[in-house]
C-alpha cells in the first residue's frame, strides 16, 4: 500500500506517518528529512535546498522529482511507502503517478493560529531527530538518547507564515486532485496524538 500524508507545514505528518508506518510496515519517506541530512552532509543538493528552505519557499520541482525517483529505487521503498512531504506541487504529483499508484491519502486539518503556536514550540533533536514539544517537554536534552534538542532554522513565526501561503498556494490544490482519485480522508489534525494515530491506522487497515 502506498499512502500520502497531507497537511499545512506543522499539520503532525511527520509524527503520524512516523507512527503509521511502524505499525502498517512501510516505509517512511519524509523529503523534509532527506533535504536535512543533505544540508548537514553538506553536499550540493544540500546547500541548494538550503538557500529555499530558510526563506520557507518550495525546493524546485525537477530537483525533487529527481532526488525522489533515486529514493523510490532503494529496496524499503518496493514494499509500499508513507509518503510525508511529497508530492508539494501539482507538477510534483504528476510526476509521481508515472512511478506509483496511491490507495490512500490522508489530510491533515489544522488552523493557522494552532500551526504557528506548534511550530515555534517545536525543537527536533539534533542527534536522534524525535521531535519535541517546549508546551510537553521543558528539557533542553531528548529524553530519548540525551542529545541536545534544536530548533529547526524555519521554525521562527515569519517563515512558518510564509511557508503556510505557500501551502495555501501550491499545496492545497493536491486535496483537489487526490479528491478526483476518490483517495482523501480528511483527519482532524488537533486530536491527542495517540487518539488521531489509532483513527488513521483504522482508515488505513480498512483500505
Ligand atoms: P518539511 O520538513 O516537510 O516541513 O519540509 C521543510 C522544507 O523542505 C519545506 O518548507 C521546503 O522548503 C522543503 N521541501 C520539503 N519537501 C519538499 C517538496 N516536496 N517540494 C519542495 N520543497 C520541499
Given at each position: 500500500m502506498n499512502v500520502l500524508f497531507l497537511g499545512p507545514?506543522?499539520?503532525g505528518k511527520g509524527t503520524m506517518a512516523e507512527r503509521a508506518s511502524v505499525r502498517c510496515n512501510l516505509a517512511h519517506i519524509s523529503t523534509g528529512d532527506i533535504l536535512r541530512a543533505e544540508i548537514k552532509q553538506g553536499t550540493e543538493l544540500g546547500s541548494l535546498a538550503k538557500s529555499y528552505i530558510d526563506k520557507g519557499a518550495l525546493v524546485p520541482d525537477d530537483v525533487i522529482i529527481d532526488m525522489m525517483k533515486e529514493r523510490f529505487n532503494?529496496?524499503?521503498a518496493k514494499g509500499g511507502v508513507l509518503l510525508?512531504?511529497?508530492?508539494?506541487t501539482v507538477a510534483q504529483a504528476e510526476a509521481l503517478d508515472k512511478i506509483i499508484k496511491l490507495d490512500a491519502c490522508i489530510n491533515l486539518v489544522v488552523d493557522v493560529d494552532v500551526i504557528v503556536d506548534r511550530v515555534v514550540a517545536r525543537r527536533v533533536c539534533g542527534v536522534c531527530g524525535a521531535v519535541h514539544s517546549t508546551k510537553t517537554h521543558s528539557a533542553?536534552?531528548?529524553?530519548?538518547?540525551s542529545g541536545d534538542l534544536v530548533t529547526r532554522p524555519d521554525d521562527n513565526k515569519d517563515t512558518v507564515l510564509e511557508r503556510f501561503r505557500v501551502y495555501e498556494e501550491q499545496t492545497a490544490p493536491l486535496i483537489e486532485y487526490y479528491t478526483k482519485q476518490g483517495i482523501v480522508t480528511d483527519v482532524?489534525?488537533?486530536?491527542p496524538i495517540e487518539e488521531e494515530a489509532d483513527l488513521i491506522c483504522g482508515i488505513l487497515k480498512s483500505k
Open positions: 507545514p506543522g499539520s532503494q529496496d524499503d510525508d512531504g511529497f508530492p508539494r533542553p536534552t531528548c529524553n530519548q538518547c482532524d489534525g488537533t486530536l
